[in-house]
């Protein structure tokens, strides 16, 4: 105080002249930092966008317009597949036996229809415990095929086995906007028996099939289920055990060097490479523990080709460790900041001290506790490299049923898809990124939501 009433008046004028300098450069730094942000993710998106949609040289091996009065797309699974049977009756087989068969394909016509076929559906006049593929007539086999097929795997069947799409040539919007004409000059000369079409590789059909060796019928499926098993088994596992951590370190814990120690690790580890979470799932969850991981314990039908432990109970719990300190130090914080006079009040009151946080603080401290869930969250939906460790599939053609299923998810498919040398799966990969960015936003979004509910009922 002295010295600030021993200061003259010039002083006093360049000290607080040199303060709102410094003021008025942080202010530009700050918003020269926003505006970097938003242009950066502005040309995120529009990069995203100039990917997925564009003109595409396609070329066919037998004219689709030939082959029925209406599109393809319009056609009921029956109809596509009497296509399928009249253009290409031996692949009709062939299809049963990949699509539908879980044994040795040198077996396939040998064992019975139960046996060689397992959990399927039988259309009428087939005795599955009787009869082999090789006593049923071409319109049983192909009834077989159809009856456990959706109208969208008959209509990929068709075009990959009668139709023959080829992807010739792709172009990104930008060049497709501006270059149309050069385009279709270039497309006349060396390709001239091909077509060109406008496709958004974004799709209903990209979003409902599966995995696929044809660039045309490839979707994003697996890995979208494969994601929300994992995320849901993640905050399921992370959720309880953080905020129970929080609400012990701050309520019951003593101030002591133990527990100093114990919050001082728990912040360091905020800050490890994620990796290292997928070391120590591989040598935990996957090995360790294989034999709940697995499902083995459980007696879980259809398990025993997952008796590696690579499961997503396994990811669930990796990813789960991953983000349980940023629950912990968030909920910490938010119990923290909860006013001291709320719980004298409860006490005053007569309740116990189980009562008073259960019932007070915690409540109290949902907003805060779910906004470090939603940063949480948001970190363990885009990670790869722990679940890459862990065992995910970058190739999976079955869709997980259950916690003790393979795995795969949409950042390891994007990574899978980037790294081709086919132009095609970049767009492929483009469109994925749009998926995982609408799951992130809409997670997100019923997440704040909940938080701001939670802000007005306690206001």
């Known amino acids: 105080m002295t010295s600030l009433l021993n200061i003259t008046q010039d002083q006093y004028k360049q000290k607080l002249q040199a303060r709102q300098t410094q003021g008025v450069l942080y202010t530009y730094l700050y918003r020269s930092s926003l505006v970097v942000a938003v242009v950066s993710l502005i040309v995120l998106a529009l990069t995203v966008l100039n990917e997925n949609f564009g003109l595409v040289v396609v070329q066919y091996e037998i004219d689709p317009t030939t082959l029925a009065d209406e599109p393809l797309e319009n056609l009921d699974k029956n109809q596509l597949g009497e296509i399928l049977q009249q253009n290409a009756p031996r692949r009709v087989l062939v299809l049963v036996r990949d699509t539908l068969s879980a044994v040795d394909p040198s077996q396939f016509t040998s064992l ?3 046996q060689a076929l397992g959990n399927v559906v039988f259309p009428e006049g087939i005795d599955a415990t009787e009869q082999t593929i090789s006593d049923l007539a071409d319109d049983q086999v192909l009834a077989l095929l159809v009856e456990n097929s959706t109208p969208d795997e008959m209509l990929a069947f068709v075009n990959t086995e009668v139709v023959g799409v080829e992807i010739l040539k792709t172009y990104a919007f930008y060049e497709s906007a501006l270059n149309r004409a050069a385009i279709e000059a270039e497309t006349a ?3 001239p028996e091909a077509t060109i079409q406008f496709r958004s590789w974004l799709n209903g059909r990209f979003l409902q099939n599966g995995q696929s060796a044809n660039v045309n ?3 994003i499926r697996t890995a979208l289920i494969g994601t929300l098993w994992i995320m849901l088994v993640t905050i399921l596992t992370a959720l309880p055990l953080g905020v129970g951590a929080a609400i012990y370190l701050e309520e019951y814990a003593t101030d002591n060097a133990v527990n100093r120690l114990i919050e001082t690790n728990i912040r360091n580890l905020a800050g490890v490479p994620s990796i290292i979470y997928g070391i120590l799932g591989l040598s935990i969850f996957v090995r360790a523990l294989v034999f ?3 499902g083995s314990a459980f007696s879980v039908l259809g398990v025993e080709a997952n008796a590696n432990g690579r499961t997503i109970l396994s ?6 460790l991953l983000i349980l300190p940023v629950i912990i130090i968030n909920g910490q914080e938010a119990i923290r900041a909860v006013p001291r006079t709320i719980r004298e009040a409860s ?6 001290k189980w009562q008073t946080i259960s019932r007070q603080v915690l409540p109290a401290a949902v907003p805060g506790i779910l906004t470090g869930t939603i940063l949480a969250f948001s970190r363990a939906i885009g990670e790869t490299a722990p679940l890459i460790v862990v065992g995910a599939s970058t190739v999976l053609t079955t869709d997980p049923s259950n916690i003790f299923s393979p795995f795969t998810v949409i950042p390891i498919q994007i990574y899978s898809w ?5 132009p095609e799966f970049q767009h492929i990969a483009a469109a994925a990124i749009i998926v995982l960015l609408v799951l992130l936003l809409t997670l997100n979004t019923l997440a704040i939501i909940l938080r701001n509910r939670y802000s007005k009922n306690l206001s």
Request: glycine content about 14%.
């Open 315 to 320: 990811a669930g719990m990796a990813l789960a």
């Open 347 to 352: 006490y005053g009151l007569g309740a116990t």
């Open 418 to 422: 980037t790294s081709r040398p086919q």
């Open 189 to 191: 000369e060396k390709f």
């Open 217 to 219: 019928d490839i979707g």
């Open 112 to 114: 019975s229809l139960d």
């Open 292 to 294: 709940i991981t697995s």
